[in-house]
């Protein structure tokens, strides 16, 4: 009697093909975790125009963490007074570590604190101060414009003054221009009496005139 030497069939081949695929793709995505370990290292670095700031690597060898980060930011002020968030933490741009918060914190001391869930547990806090900053100087042309100074411009005060007038005359100048007042003020009577007297004479002359040549009318008669 043979005897049938038994050869693996395909069916069985797949099935030995999905099982070391399967395998190798469980491999595949806990090798990561495994390197990068389950815990994250949160470093709270400060503050920039009052939004918080963090840099967020794993524990183990430093990386950063290219994945979504799900993490709180909660601050309190020294008094306990005031409080702020929780906020979350996005991306901060041109950073591979770096975290900050869309929102910011008011002028004022903070004590930060980040807790991070996922992908990894993670912790961190700090002091934190928010200075206060003064606003920018409107420059634009409907911006009121600073009052002028009560000192009058001295390169302005010989324009003000008519040409050729002295703002503040000398002694000399109107001692000299009194007396040639007088002297027109002497010139105007003076011809105003030469006027009158001639008038008169001329009116006495006419009248002895008159009276001559009615006592000549008066003797022609007589004769």
């Known amino acids: ?9 395909f069916r069985s081949i797949g099935l030995w093909f999905l099982l070391l695929l399967c395998q190798a793709m469980a491999l595949a995505v806990s090798t990561p975790a495994q390197a990068h370990g389950d815990t994250v290292k949160v470093v ?28 709180t930011v909660n601050a309190v002020s020294p008094d306990g ?16 570590a770096g975290w900050t918060t869309a929102e910011a914190l008011p002028p004022g001391s903070w004590k930060v604190s980040v807790d991070v869930g996922f992908p990894a547990l993670g912790h961190g806090d ?15 042309p409907t911006a009121p414009q600073p009052a002028a100074s009560g000192t009058p411009d001295a390169s302005a005060t010989p324009s003000a003054a008519a040409p050729g007038a002295s703002a503040d005359p000398s002694p000399s100048s109107a001692s000299s221009a009194a007396p040639q007042a007088a002297g027109d003020d002497n010139g105007g009577d ?5 006027t009158t007297a001639g008038v008169a004479a001329t009116a006495l002359a006419g009248a002895a005139a008159g009276i ?12």
Not at 1 to 6: E, F, G, I, N, Y
Not at 81 to 96: F, H, I, N, Q, Y
């Open 44 to 71: 709270v670095t400060g503050q920039r125009e009052g939004h918080v700031t963090a840099d967020i690597t794993w524990e183990n060898d430093g990386d950063a963490i290219d994945e979504t980060v799900a993490a």
């Open 1 to 9: 009697m043979r005897t049938r030497h038994a050869f693996p069939t």
């Open 81 to 96: 007074a005031r409080s702020e968030g929780p906020w979350k933490l996005v991306r901060d741009t041109g950073k591979p």
């Open 212 to 223: 001559l040549l009615r006592r000549a009318r008066a003797r022609r008669l007589r004769s």
């Open 126 to 140: 700090k002091e934190v101060a928010v200075p206060v900053v003064d606003p920018a100087p409107d420059t634009s």
């Open 190 to 194: 003076g011809t105003l009496w030469w």
